[in-house]
């Protein structure tokens, strides 16, 4: 009975699938190409990744920018941002394939 009560406490502790958020992003690109990642690969601005502060590396987000529409799938495999208020950054690649050009808010969901 024990067990029981303890198993489904722990049932009940797991977050369901997270709704998506608005958060501020920003991306970076060409200054950082070739350069490690704090997960070890080596940086490719044209890539589909993001830093995120606390994301586990290989995390599925799905970014969109609310004033084009447009959405794409990123993998985190970096840290960061070190700029307070900002919450993601994107490689230039993704951000392109979404239409962002500069620091914006953005929706933020896990795939």
């Avoid at 198993?7 to 991306?27: C, G, R």
């Avoid at 950082?32 to 987000?61: K, V």
Wanted: a positive charge; hydrophobic letters at 40%; glycine letters at 10%.
């Amino acid at each position: 009975m024990r067990y029981w009560a303890f198993a489904s406490l722990v049932l009940l502790a797991v977050p369901a699938q997270a709704a998506s958020s608005t958060v501020t992003a920003t991306w970076y690109g060409n200054e950082l190409a070739g350069n490690r990642t704090a997960n070890g690969e080596i940086f490719n601005p044209n890539g589909l990744t993001a830093a995120h502060r606390s994301l586990p590396f290989g995390t599925c987000l799905r970014v969109s920018n609310p004033k084009t529409g447009k959405s794409v799938k990123v993998r985190v495999n970096d840290r960061g941002p070190f700029t307070k208020g900002v919450h993601l950054d994107l490689s230039a690649g993704a951000a392109r394939a979404i239409g962002m050009r500069a620091t914006q808010p953005v929706s933020m969901k896990r795939c």
